[in-house]
């Protein structure tokens, strides 16, 4: 994803899921996410710079009726609009937070095949931290992040592509551009999702090829500094690798994994992914 900490339409900063069995969650993510020599995430879920990517919350009366899925916040124009835009394609609003003035917040929203996802306003320049944008080490200068926690990537897996690709086309203002794809049985096309600036920052894919069989949910590509000890501790920790892909060196080039409450996220190296 380039321009993960960019204030933008269609940008994704952090994403959260609520869960039960909260500690035993917190442990999992904590203990997988926690590899390779410098961690890129610390034991209380923040990134290496101490900032709130990713949230784990305990499931409570408030947060029952959430799907257990991890939900992305993506930046929107218009909360107010893009939820009406949303309900009137097929989805649902799940909660929708609103001003003591009646302004809309942010807003949870289910799309039509069941996916959650959550939607902001633009975030004000000044809510981003400079040290997102330009780390400390010197590492990434442009916002993408590399050497650091954050959502490397985010994918979307459904039955029917054109249907998903259009919806949040017209919910969130993601532009479109077609990656071709074959998976032997002849050729078709998966989307890469561009924000406003014309950066991939998700992608929305057929059920099909390489991509048979994943939960129709958004999957988050989270990297990690050690994805060969990630994936043995998903194990012992009490949770189970879906599906793994095989790198040129042979090792792990990514992985997706179910938690041991049944949520789906992916894990991949901690070098810069693109789609």
Excluded: K
Aim: charged fraction near 20%.
């Amino acid at each position: 994803m380039i321009g993960s900490f960019v204030p933008q339409v269609g940008a994704v900063f952090s994403a959260d899921i609520a869960v039960p069995d909260h500690a035993r969650a917190l442990r999992f993510y904590a203990r997988v996410l926690g590899t390779g020599t410098h961690p890129l995430w610390r034991d209380d879920l923040m990134n290496n710079l101490g900032l709130p990517i990713i949230g784990l919350g305990a499931r409570d009366a408030d947060t029952a009726h959430l799907p257990l899925q991890w939900m992305p916040h993506i930046q929107v124009q218009d909360v107010a609009s893009s939820t009406r835009r949303a309900v009137e394609l097929g989805g649902s609003e799940l909660m929708h937070s609103r001003d003591p003035d009646g302004a809309s917040q942010w807003a949870v929203l289910l799309d039509p095949t069941g996916a959650a996802f959550g939607i902001i306003p633009v975030l004000p320049s000044e809510a981003v931290p400079s040290e997102a944008v330009s780390p400390p080490d010197g590492s990434d200068g442009d916002g993408g992040g590399a050497g650091m926690g954050r959502i490397a990537w985010l994918d979307l897996t459904v039955a029917h592509a054109p249907g998903a690709r259009d919806f949040y086309r017209e919910v969130v203002g993601w532009t479109v551009h077609e990656v071709s794809m074959d998976d032997g049985e002849g050729a078709y096309a998966d989307y890469a999702m561009l924000a406003g600036n014309g950066d991939p920052v998700a992608g929305v894919c057929h059920a099909r090829g390489v991509n048979l069989g994943l939960p129709p949910v958004w999957l988050l590509y989270l990297p990690v500094g050690d994805l060969a000890e990630s994936l043995r501790r998903v194990g012992a920790e009490g949770g189970e690798v879906v599906r793994q892909r095989t790198g040129e060196d042979d090792g792990p080039a990514y992985a997706v994994i179910r938690d041991p409450v049944g949520a789906f996220v992916a894990l991949t190296p901690a070098v810069p992914l693109h789609s």
